[in-house]
Structure formats: structure tokens, C-alpha cells
């Protein structure tokens, strides 16, 4: 079950990460009528819920555990 495991490491690692880096979100609004349209663009950094990266972590952590135990088996 190596594979488990290093599906647990990148699960951790995305936890982690995911607590100190925020995702960028783009936005367009505009108007369009007829050839001519006028818009702008709009971009926040937004942070995922420390609850969503701890569940990431603990998920992470289980699956390198379950990984682990079945090999020696």
C-alpha cells in the first residue's frame, strides 16, 4: 500500500501549505452591448478554513499511517 502512503504525504503537505498560502480568486464584471463592452477584472487572495486544512492534516496523517501498517503486513 505505498501508495496510500504517498497519497498521505501530499495530503499533509496540501494541509500545510494550505494554512500559510492563500488561493487567488478572479472575478470579471462588465457590460456588453452590442461590438463595445466594458469590464474589469477583479482578483482577491482568499485563505482556506484552518478547520478544512487541519482536517487535510489529520486525513494526511491517518492515510501515511494506514500506508505504513499495511506494508509491514
Same mark, same amino acid.
Given at each position: 500500500?505505498?501508495?496510500?502512503?504517498?497519497?498521505?504525504?501530499?495530503?499533509?503537505?496540501?494541509?500545510?501549505?494550505? /494554512?500559510?498560502?492563500? $488561493?487567488?480568486?478572479?472575478?470579471?464584471?462588465?457590460?456588453? !452591448? *452590442?461590438?463595445?463592452?466594458?469590464?474589469?477584472?477583479?482578483?482577491?487572495?482568499?485563505?482556506?478554513?484552518?478547520? /478544512?486544512?487541519?482536517? $487535510?492534516?489529520?486525513?494526511?496523517?491517518?492515510?501515511?499511517? !494506514? *500506508?505504513?501498517?499495511?506494508?509491514?503486513?
Amino acid at each position: 500500500m505505498r501508495v496510500l502512503f504517498w497519497v498521505g504525504i501530499v495530503a499533509l503537505l496540501l494541509g500545510i501549505a494550505s /494554512l500559510f498560502i492563500p $488561493l487567488p480568486h478572479t472575478e470579471t464584471h462588465g457590460v456588453k !452591448a *452590442g461590438d463595445v463592452s466594458i469590464g474589469i477584472q477583479t482578483q482577491e487572495k482568499e485563505r482556506i478554513s484552518p478547520i /478544512l486544512s487541519g482536517i $487535510l492534516i489529520a486525513g494526511g496523517i491517518g492515510m501515511m499511517i !494506514a *500506508g505504513s501498517r499495511a506494508r509491514r503486513s
